[in-house]
């Protein structure tokens, strides 16, 4: 497991153990984007990863890296902490690519 970004509680974030393992990477925050081109880099020297976190990631991240990274098989999720959801709209992006989870704190 490759984790870019400062130590995060991912077990605050209920993530099943089965998505972290070896072949995961986990971005956070601001350090997302690192972990989506280290992720892209990886699968296209034919390397293992099986799923990319996202957590609390940038709403206008690198969105065709991810189409990319979503080609290679490897899937995506993206984690957020809204305790008021006012419009699931600017989450679609996300969406497109992979599984989104919005908790409430």
């Given at each position: 497991?490759?984790?870019?970004?400062?130590?995060?509680?991912?077990?605050?974030?209920?993530?099943?153990?089965?998505?972290?393992?070896?072949?995961?990477?986990?971005?956070?925050?601001?350090q997302c984007a690192q972990a989506i081109l280290y992720a892209l880099n990886q699968l296209q020297q034919h390397?293992?990863?099986?799923?990319?976190?996202?957590?609390?990631?940038?709403?206008?991240?690198?969105?065709?890296?991810?189409?990319?990274?979503?080609?290679?098989?490897?899937?995506?999720?993206?984690?957020?902490?809204?305790?008021?959801?006012?419009?699931?709209?600017?989450?679609?992006?996300?969406?497109?690519?992979?599984?989104?989870?919005?908790?409430?704190?």
């Amino acid at each position: 497991m490759k984790i870019f970004g400062k130590s995060f509680d991912l077990e605050s974030l209920r993530i099943p153990p089965i998505l972290l393992n070896a072949y995961c990477v986990v971005g956070v925050q601001g350090q997302c984007a690192q972990a989506i081109l280290y992720a892209l880099n990886q699968l296209q020297q034919h390397q293992r990863i099986e799923n990319l976190i996202l957590i609390e990631p940038d709403l206008e991240s690198l969105n065709a890296q991810l189409h990319t990274i979503a080609f290679y098989g490897c899937k995506v999720y993206s984690y957020f902490k809204n305790p008021q959801i006012t419009n699931l709209k600017k989450y679609e992006n996300f969406a497109q690519f992979g599984l989104v989870v919005i908790a409430k704190k």
